[in-house]
DNA sequence: CATTTCGCTCAACGGACGTTGACTCAACGA
DNA sequence: TCGTTGAGTCAACGTCCGTTGAGCGAAATG
């Protein structure tokens, strides 16, 4: 590797995580590419010349390898559910915060929101039994997105102020709920 | 009531559903003043002698009369959380549609729905029993506001092709399971 | 060492937007 | 009827932003 390459490569890396930290704090509409260039320390025309345009990096930085549901049992489900919540509840990705801070804003952002949701809904769907498993597995999905637009975009106190270990036990037995159906 | 104050008073309205309207479908950012002035079929100016500013008018369009929680037992609550739910899903009105669509990206918007939503958890943690009520309320809160999320705001597939009531079937017992300690 | 390559900067364009002040004209009050 | 008020328009200002093309200087190449 060249010291050329390498410090590209170097520079391509430190933009694209600027991008990610502004997009996830501010959204796209007010993340300019100016501020990602100063928050690089490098100048705007360099960030164009890299990524092509602002939705181009924008693009890039959404983008996140989707989690894989296991297969198995309900049971085994719901605590898979309950673990990535707490992991998002840690240290979620900057770019699916990214993708998140601005699904209800941004068109391409909400496609893309839409496309991992219904991955996500399709995969609980087969893992779970019954002729409505489909609207309930969209359930348990939305009922997630809830909880985390809650604690990390909306910074809801009442939430920030209880360990995840907790949420996760009151989740539990909703989401089992759920999962079962016929169990009313 | 003179000609002249009618005449005007028909135009403000007419502006500010307007407003109501692009911020609900754009959000605050990609919806501009002229967009406005002219859905409204008024010179973009006008709006802005009437209203103040763009902010101005955005807040007086997300200003709604938040629905109060009847004190009851805890199946009432639940029974009531799901009925908000499905008039939700009918028309919600458009000034909370503005609300929620710009919450995630515009700090005015954001402040309003912590307010709305610290007040609905506040309201219900005094109706459950419990310690950890106030983090069950909080939880109860963000479960509604992730369905509605789902269904009005990212428009899922699998939540809009399905009827309301066996939405609120699937949900009614998780939203008891998290109302009632220690059910498990 | 001479030449090419390329990471990077600088200055600027063009458009969109919020906002403003002067103006027009019909309704109002005396 | 005549002066005043106020609803509504028009043209423009200043700013910010995404984007572009020319240019500089150091590393790579022979």
Redesign the pocket.
Known sequence: M???????R???RRILEAARKLFADLGF?????????KAA??????????F??????FSEAVRVAPAPVAPGDTDELVEQLLGSLCMKMGELPQGSLAMMRSMLTHPEAAASARAVLSRQIHQIGESIPGDDARMRAALMTTIMLGVTVGHQLLELDELREVPQADIARVLRPALKAIASPRTE
Do not use: N
């Open positions: 060249t010291e050329r390459a390498e410090r590209r170097r520079t391509e509409e007010r993340t300019t590419i100016r501020a990602v260039a320390e490098v100048d705007p025309a360099l960030v164009m010349q890299y092509g345009s602002k939705q181009d990096l």
